[in-house]
């Protein structure tokens, strides 16, 4: 079955904790993004990667970073600089092209211990 | 203002009824358009493109006016089921998405 898997599906940090969460994909697409979900909020997203070894910043990107070593694989780094890092995060990919709706992973929520 | 504005709702409606969503967005350079649905603490799931000349699907009818810059849902028949927040995204041809807080709707016995 093709998809979007992330892990783990509940996260604690520790206060100036770094937090890598994991997401992969084998729909073969090339772009992946990072969002941010708050309770009763929309998505906003962080971080986005079209191509293998590149990724751009999105809205709110301050005290996160990413790599993408692999197509299948980007992980979003939680750093100590993000004082308020509770939140749903969601991972997202898709096929490049206007036209493209993105397919989400089911989500990892983090909270602060 | 945001690029895409939806109303928050909450809608609350009786099985059966007939039920729209509005959506507007601000950047008459979008391309694309889809309806997601979000349950609670769940991820959006794609329910439907919107394809310029209208599209159904079931009982569900998505709606784009491009001079106007808003898309449209009209869920007809409403199920239990379709109790969901429906996010509006809109694309621009560079691929960039943008999503819209999302409306709420309840369906009541």
């Known amino acids: 079955d093709g998809g979007i898997t992330q892990s783990p599906k509940y996260l604690f940090r520790k206060e100036g904790q770094n937090v890598t969460l994991s997401c992969e994909q084998n729909?073969?697409?090339?772009?992946m993004y990072w969002y941010r979900q708050d309770p009763g909020q929309g998505l906003r997203l962080i971080y986005y990667s079209q191509i293998v070894n590149d990724f751009q910043k999105g809205d709110i990107a301050e005290g996160y970073s990413v790599s993408r070593e692999k197509k299948e694989s980007f992980p979003l780094t939680v750093t100590s600089a993000q004082k308020n890092p509770t939140a749903f995060y969601l991972c997202?990919?898709?096929?490049?092209?206007?036209?493209?709706?993105?397919?989400f992973g089911d989500g990892t929520r983090l909270s602060i211990l | 203002r945001k690029e895409v504005e939806q109303d928050p709702g909450p809608f609350n409606v009786p099985e059966g009824a007939t039920v729209a969503f509005n959506c507007t967005y601000s950047n008459s350079a979008s391309q694309s358009f889809f309806w997601y649905r979000q349950d609670c603490r769940k991820e959006p799931k794609l329910l439907m493109s919107?394809?310029?000349s209208g599209n159904e699907d079931g009982r569900f009818t998505a709606q784009l006016n491009r001079a106007s810059q808003y898309i449209s849902l009209l869920i007809r028949d409403s199920k239990l089921s379709d109790s969901a927040t429906y996010l509006c995204?809109?694309?621009?041809?560079?691929?960039?998405?943008?999503f819209g807080d999302g409306t709420t709707l309840t369906v009541k016995p």
């Open positions: 919107v394809y310029s």
């Open positions: 995204v809109v694309n621009t041809n560079a691929g960039k998405s943008t």
């Open positions: 729909l073969n697409h090339d772009a």
């Open positions: 997202a990919s898709s096929i490049i092209g206007g036209n493209q709706p993105q397919h």
